[in-house]
């Protein structure tokens, strides 16, 4: 399991609401490592083409996004996993205003009066996760896919229809 990739309580806990395979088309490539793909790219965003090879063929991971996107599956998993957290108590749904919505005065832009923390040392470095539950950290990852659909699907809206 490589760095980013869902720990075995994320995959466990993702896996009833994922779709199967109708048998038409054949098998489907392993979920998890496709979805393990799916989640690289969207952290680092690296093209499709170079995926590393652990995650299987590119053009797998990439139809696998875009039949996702299209059919609302992303939105779905997305909404199984809020539900399924929310019914262990594991949502705290306090309301949070984004900065950029409220107004600050002229004069709270001042600068800081602490100086910056120490950098930790290289040895000393955390878990990326440290302190999440997995639901919230499944959580997290289906937002930022969820959040990539949602631009993928504003960019199309914008651009004129290609012409062959």
């Given at each position: 399991m490589g760095r980013g990739d869902l720990s075995d309580a994320e995959w466990e806990r993702l896996?009833?609401?994922l779709p199967v395979s109708n048998r038409r088309c054949g098998r489907w490539r392993d979920h998890r490592q496709v979805i393990d793909g799916i989640v690289h790219r969207v952290r680092t965003g690296v093209q499709?083409?170079?995926?590393?090879?652990?995650?299987?063929?590119?053009?797998?991971?990439?139809?696998r996004h875009r039949l996702w996107s299209a059919d609302g599956t992303w939105e779905r998993?997305?909404?199984?996993?809020?539900?399924?957290?929310d019914a262990a108590g594991e949502?705290?749904?306090d309301v949070l205003v984004d900065s950029t919505i409220v107004r600050?005065?002229?004069?709270a832009a001042g600068a800081r009066t602490d100086p910056p923390p120490a950098p930790a040392?290289?040895?000393?470095?955390?878990?990326?996760?440290?302190?999440?539950?997995?639901?919230?950290?499944?959580?997290?990852?289906?937002?930022?896919v969820v959040r990539e659909v949602g631009a993928w699907a504003a960019r199309a809206a914008g651009s004129p229809p290609n012409s062959t």
């Open positions: 896996r009833p609401f499709w083409r170079d995926l590393p090879e652990r995650f299987g063929p590119w053009k797998t991971v990439y139809e998993l997305l909404q199984q996993v809020q539900a399924a957290a949502i705290d749904w600050a005065h002229q004069h040392s290289k040895g000393a470095e955390r878990p990326e996760h440290q302190g999440e539950t997995a639901w919230q950290s499944l959580h997290g990852r289906l937002v930022e």
